[in-house]
T-cell receptor, first 113, second 113 residues
Framework: AQKVTQAQTEISVVEKEDVTLDCVYETRDTTYYLFWYKQPPSGELVFLIRRNSFDEQNEISGRYSWNFQKSTSSFNFTITASQVVDSAVYFCARTQGAQKLVFGQGTRLTINP | DTEVTQTPKHLVMGMTNKKSLKCEQHMGHRAMYWYKQKAKKPPELMFV???????INESVPSRFSPECPNSSLLNLHLHALQPEDSALYLCASSQVAAGYGYTFGSGTRLTVV
């Protein structure tokens, strides 16, 4: 199976610390898309970012930034100056074929006040 | 309108009951999905509908029966479920292909007793 691996099961930091969530993926596809989703306790999966396999530019959106390195098949996510509201489970995902998203196991992030 | 609406939010059913989960979107998306998520696990794909036709069935037991009456609606009919089917059932939609990214609903939390 072509896996998406999020090696960090749980991370706990103190508010205002920076935190990086790791994601490594396997794929045989030439063209694919990568995603990060946030799942708060309410259950809904909230879209954070989409990146296609040809676009290796890093992206910054407010306190969030993403580092895509195709050479190492990694798509890491950094939260700068974390806040309690960032506490959630974060999933990395990639497309498999045209219609399927394959998710990593998720990283549970707890930001303590 | 950028929402996927799922009803009901919570459902408790007996193993001999028949119930249905409903999902609605008005974003003009032509692909709709059912995912199942067990506690502390990532979402797992169950079914994909593309242009109202079933395009992927991930070997889901026949006690789960999907239906797509039109491009905005997706149902999941449940019959003779087992306690191990208790989970969060998530509906999602996308512009035809998964590479555009999914918009998820907030899910139906199902308990089978």
């Amino acid at each position: 199976a072509q896996k998406v691996t999020q090696a960090q099961t749980e991370i706990s930091v103190v508010e205002k610390e920076d935190v990086t969530l790791d994601c490594v993926y396997e794929t045989r596809d030439t063209t694919y898309y990568l995603f990060w989703y946030k799942q708060p306790p309410s259950g809904e999966l909230v879209f954070l970012i989409r990146r296609n396999s040809f676009d290796e530019q890093n992206e910054i959106s407010g306190r969030y930034s993403w580092n895509f390195q195709k050479s190492t098949s990694s798509f890491n996510f950094t939260i700068t100056a974390s806040q309690v509201v960032d506490s959630a489970v974060y999933f990395c995902a990639r497309t498999q074929g045209a219609q399927k998203l394959v998710f990593g196991q998720g990283t549970r992030l707890t930001i303590n006040p | 309108d950028t929402e996927v609406t799922q009803t009901p939010k919570h459902l408790v059913m007996g193993m001999t009951n028949k119930k249905s989960l409903k999902c609605e979107q008005h974003m003009g998306h032509r692909a709709m999905y059912w995912y199942k998520q067990k506690a502390k696990k990532p979402p797992e794909l169950m079914f994909v509908y593309s242009y109202e036709k079933l395009s992927i069935n991930e070997s889901v037991p026949s006690r789960f029966s999907p239906e797509c009456p039109n491009s905005s609606l997706l149902n999941l009919h449940l019959h003779a479920l087992q306690p191990e089917d208790s989970a969060l059932y998530l509906c999602a939609s996308s512009q035809v292909a998964a590479g555009y990214g999914y918009t998820f609903g907030s899910g139906t939390r199902l308990t089978v007793v």
